[in-house]
């Protein structure tokens, strides 16, 4: 059952603010990355969260209501910095083969699983969320740009068709990181069949 404060709701729970307020909800933030990343979003508690942030429980909640409201923050900020490390794509797809480009995708998805370990787990936070549209309606249609970029003949609605199933396929890879049950080895097997599978596909769909 989600931990919730007796002040739910109330007008006099703290808005953050540029500086001090700001560096506090980055420290919270990353105290309950880590502490979801080691023991999993059922098991992290808003208790834990504050000892691992070094303050008092009562200071998390004027931040956030509940733990749900911590695991929404961080997803809004990974699913913005997953963004921003797509763009650089955009420039330096003249210069890459199709194959090129499909191995720099992967290496952009694995080193950020690597540094957020807790953008896993998060997905499997059980409440109702879904990322911002307009940001999930832009990195598909970067996607569609860069590859009309790369085949002047595709229509938008053709690029878009290719972006969507490309970026369907590279969400499905997330499930190799929430099934525990397969070894490192396995995973890397794994990876590198989704990355012959996106290779294939956009071969296919850019160069034929």
Do not use: C
């Not at 603010?17 to 980055?26: I, N, S």
């Not at 369907?168 to 490192?184: E, F, K, N």
């Amino acid at each position: 059952m989600s931990q919730h404060s007796d002040s739910e709701g109330d007008p006099k729970r703290r808005v953050p603010q540029r500086g001090r307020g700001e560096k506090r909800l980055a420290e919270l933030l990353e105290a309950a990355a880590a502490e979801i990343a080691e023991v999993g979003y059922e098991a992290a508690t808003m208790k834990a969260i504050a000892e691992r942030s070094g303050t008092s429980v009562g200071t998390v909640y004027q931040y956030f209501p509940n733990k749900e409201a911590v695991v929404v923050a961080l997803r809004t900020q990974y699913g913005a910095e997953m963004e921003a490390r797509w763009l650089p794509l955009m420039r330096e797809e003249a210069n890459l083969s199709t194959e090129q480009l499909v191995e720099r995708m992967f290496e952009v998805l694995t080193d950020y699983l690597r540094l957020r370990p807790a953008y896993v787990p998060l997905t499997q936070a059980p409440l109702a969320y879904s990322r911002d549209p307009a940001a999930r309606i832009r990195l598909r249609e970067h996607f569609a740009t860069l590859f009309r970029a790369r085949r002047p003949a595709l229509t938008r609605a053709q690029a878009t068709r290719i972006a969507n199933v490309t970026l369907q396929i590279i969400r499905g890879m997330h499930q190799l990181h929430i099934d525990t049950s397969a070894s490192a080895r396995e995973q890397r097997a794994l990876m590198q069949e989704f990355r012959r599978a996106v290779t294939a596909y956009l071969v296919l769909s850019l160069d034929g």
